[in-house]
């Protein structure tokens, strides 16, 4: 099983709203990661999970808030959000972080689309 | 700051002609990826290149990594319409300051090509 699953497919927030986007895996793969994908645009990392510990932080607005309760689930809560935050939330998995001398291929998910209005 | 740049960005191409993308990088990196996106669908992996030489087929796609030359191939052989897509490369690297162990992918900004009867 090599799926990582993403809920939900679509969102429309306001700006003043809190909601959750939420990735699953279960290939037993030790780093997690959050990208932002905006139209036409290569995707933009945003968080990665490493042994559920945050390893990488890109500078990411407090406004999205990372959150890995467990080494299968990785969360990103959103709060006071602003209409340039629209874009696909694609969230990746890879066996262990990539790099040093690993190969680790990231798997993604399907994506959550996301607008605020 | 790694730099990642491909070309074209735009490949119209008829059904079973032959062509390559290109993606040349800016930073020393041995590990380079490449992704194929279906309009509104997240990415799906097609090549893992780890090394200098590396060369990678699946199909009618075939990848190449010269990190010497800090370049990468994608050949397209003999087209057909199910390769309409657009396709990422992606650079693993460290950033430049920091001293982080760290490392991420940086992608191109991606090349749509579209096959034609």
């Known amino acids: 099983d090599t799926e990582v699953t993403q809920t939900p497919k679509h969102l429309v927030m306001g700006m003043t709203n809190k909601k959750s986007l939420k990735c699953e895996q279960h290939?037993?793969?030790?780093?997690m990661y959050w990208y932002k994908q905006k139209a036409k645009k290569p995707p933009e990392l945003m968080f990665v999970y490493s042994y559920e510990k945050l390893s990488i932080n890109e500078s990411v607005p407090s406004r999205f808030s990372p959150e890995c309760p467990n080494s299968s689930l990785l969360n990103l809560h959103l709060h006071a959000l602003q209409p340039e935050d629209s874009a696909l939330y694609l969230c990746a998995s890879s066996q262990d972080e990539i790099g040093g001398r690993s190969s680790y291929e990231q798997y993604f998910g399907p994506g959550t689309r996301l607008t605020v209005t | 700051e790694l730099k990642v740049e491909q070309n074209p960005l735009f490949l119209s191409m008829q059904e079973g002609k032959n062509y390559t993308i290109y993606c040349n990088y800016s930073?020393?990196?041995?590990?380079l990826y490449w992704y194929r996106q279906d309009p509104g669908k997240s990415l799906e992996s097609l090549f893992v290149?780890?090394?200098?030489?590396a060369v990678k087929q699946e199909g009618r796609l075939m990848a190449s990594l010269d990190t010497k030359a800090r370049l990468s191939t994608l050949h397209i052989t003999a087209a057909v319409h199910d390769l309409s897509a657009t396709y990422f490369c992606a650079v693993f690297a460290y950033p430049s300051a920091g001293g982080t162990s760290y490392g991420k992918l940086t992608f191109g900004q991606g090349t749509i090509l579209t096959v034609h009867p």
């Open positions: 930073t020393t990196s041995d590990r």
């Open positions: 290149l780890l090394s200098n030489g």
């Open positions: 290939m037993g793969h030790r780093a």
